[in-house]
């Protein structure tokens, strides 16, 4: 079984300590660093003035208002709502199909949590094994999290549609899988997608999932159900088992952008070369603090 790797937790969380949340440019203000409602509340942004009333707080009165009209006015303010991360991660066993890529797995939770807190996010992770659960409590340190292991049989999608976790609305949602399960994304994308301020989906991979090596006789098990199928590997299969796993990224790809999601495509062993998650800097999820 592959756990947490304390020293790829360490590097991780270091360098995400230099990055921000850049989504006020990607989302067109929809999230940011602070984000305002509709209603009244206590942010900087003043709306108008109101005449007093029993009971409203009597330091929000606008005295120089007062000396102008002798009536009691107090200011009112916008709502200011803090802006907020929802983590899901996919922990069925093919993302621990070997050791870098939960190592990845584990990198990019890290990345993510400081991020977060580096740009003034509150933060929730949900673990997706039968149900989704969400770590408590919510300031955890990784390594201490429970049954933070990849070793669900499940149907990651189908867990998503079926039992979806109470998302906050107006949050920012952060997927990460291989995305190696039936179930049809835009049905997972609307589930996502609904009352959220920005959704993200993040294949995860590793180059054993890109470039199996066997060739010959082969019993082929799958890692979550069990299921075997014997077969034997030449070059024709393994070039149609190429083109099917590039055609399913492209699938995502497609469903993502009708759903006004962003898709981002990872391979472990390239995060955990520095621990830069350059594919979420390209697509301007991330940027590098000054």
């Given at each position: 079984m592959i756990t947490v790797d304390n020293n790829i937790l360490k590097s991780a969380e270091l360098s995400g300590q230099r990055f921000f949340f850049n989504l006020s440019s990607r989302f067109s203000g929809t999230q940011g660093g602070g984000k305002f409602g509709s209603k009244t509340g206590q942010s900087l942004e003043f709306i108008e003035h109101r005449e007093y009333q029993p009971g409203d707080d009597i330091r929000h009165v606008d005295w120089s208002a007062v000396?102008?009209?002798?009536?009691?006015?107090?200011?009112?303010?916008?709502?200011?709502?803090?802006?907020?991360?929802?983590?899901l991660l996919d922990l069925s066993k093919s993302m621990a199909i070997n050791k870098e890529k939960f190592d990845a797995v584990t990198?990019?939770?890290?990345?993510l949590s400081k991020v977060a807190y580096n740009s003034g996010y509150t933060f929730?992770?949900?673990?997706?094994?039968?149900?989704?659960r969400k770590v408590e409590p919510t300031n955890l340190p990784i390594n201490k999290w429970k049954d933070f292991v990849a070793n669900s049989n499940n149907n990651t999608g189908k867990t998503l549609c079926e039992f979806p976790p109470k998302l906050k609305t107006g949050a920012v949602r952060i997927l990460i899988s291989d995305l190696f399960w039936n179930q049809e994304p835009l049905g997972v994308l609307r589930r996502l997608s609904d009352g959220a301020a920005a959704v993200v989906i993040i294949q995860l991979v590793s180059k054993?999932?890109?470039?199996?090596e066997v060739y010959g006789n082969m019993r082929i098990i799958d890692?979550?159900?069990?299921?075997?199928l014997e077969l034997i590997c030449d070059e024709s299969v393994l070039s149609e088992y190429k083109t099917n796993l590039n055609s399913h990224r492209q699938y995502w790809k497609e469903c993502c952008t009708k759903s006004g999601a962003v898709f981002c495509f990872v391979e472990a062993e390239n995060l955990l070369k520095d621990f830069v998650p350059d594919e979420l800097i390209k697509n301007e999820i991330l940027v590098l603090g000054y």
């Amino acid at each position: 079984m592959i756990t947490v790797d304390n020293n790829i937790l360490k590097s991780a969380e270091l360098s995400g300590q230099r990055f921000f949340f850049n989504l006020s440019s990607r989302f067109s203000g929809t999230q940011g660093g602070g984000k305002f409602g509709s209603k009244t509340g206590q942010s900087l942004e003043f709306i108008e003035h109101r005449e007093y009333q029993p009971g409203d707080d009597i330091r929000h009165v606008d005295w120089s208002a007062v000396a102008r009209s002798d009536k009691l006015a107090i200011k009112l303010f916008r709502e200011e709502i803090t802006p907020h991360l929802d983590l899901l991660l996919d922990l069925s066993k093919s993302m621990a199909i070997n050791k870098e890529k939960f190592d990845a797995v584990t990198a990019l939770t890290a990345i993510l949590s400081k991020v977060a807190y580096n740009s003034g996010y509150t933060f929730y992770s949900w673990l997706i094994k039968d149900m989704c659960r969400k770590v408590e409590p919510t300031n955890l340190p990784i390594n201490k999290w429970k049954d933070f292991v990849a070793n669900s049989n499940n149907n990651t999608g189908k867990t998503l549609c079926e039992f979806p976790p109470k998302l906050k609305t107006g949050a920012v949602r952060i997927l990460i899988s291989d995305l190696f399960w039936n179930q049809e994304p835009l049905g997972v994308l609307r589930r996502l997608s609904d009352g959220a301020a920005a959704v993200v989906i993040i294949q995860l991979v590793s180059k054993q999932d890109l470039n199996p090596e066997v060739y010959g006789n082969m019993r082929i098990i799958d890692s979550e159900t069990g299921e075997a199928l014997e077969l034997i590997c030449d070059e024709s299969v393994l070039s149609e088992y190429k083109t099917n796993l590039n055609s399913h990224r492209q699938y995502w790809k497609e469903c993502c952008t009708k759903s006004g999601a962003v898709f981002c495509f990872v391979e472990a062993e390239n995060l955990l070369k520095d621990f830069v998650p350059d594919e979420l800097i390209k697509n301007e999820i991330l940027v590098l603090g000054y």
